[in-house]
């Protein structure tokens, strides 16, 4: 697999998706590897978003995963137009 260097207009050239891609190599890419075929890197892609997104615990946000504090969220922003629907 061919490493990206030096690009621009993609993610590496944003701060934010350069820190999630660090965070993204340092736990799975180099802590697992050497990746044998393509579609392993791609499946253990797959499982790590699934794992950074539903079961990573965040303290900052209470202890709970990312999603479901995104769905509490919207599930709260609902529940607020509904209440300013219903006062006017």
């Known amino acids: 697999i061919q490493p990206s260097v030096g690009s621009r207009g993609d993610s590496y050239d944003n701060a934010l998706a350069e820190t999630i891609n660090g965070l993204y190599k340092a736990e799975l890419i180099h802590r697992r590897g050497p990746w044998k075929t ?51």
Request: glycine fraction near 4%; charged fraction near 20%.
């Open 38 to 88: 393509r579609e392993s890197v791609e499946l253990a892609t797959l499982q790590w978003v699934h794992w950074f997104n539903h079961v990573r615990l965040l303290t900052p946000i209470g202890g709970i995963p990312a999603a479901e504090a995104e769905a509490n969220y919207w599930r709260q922003l609902a529940v607020s137009d509904t209440s300013a629907e219903v006062s006017t």
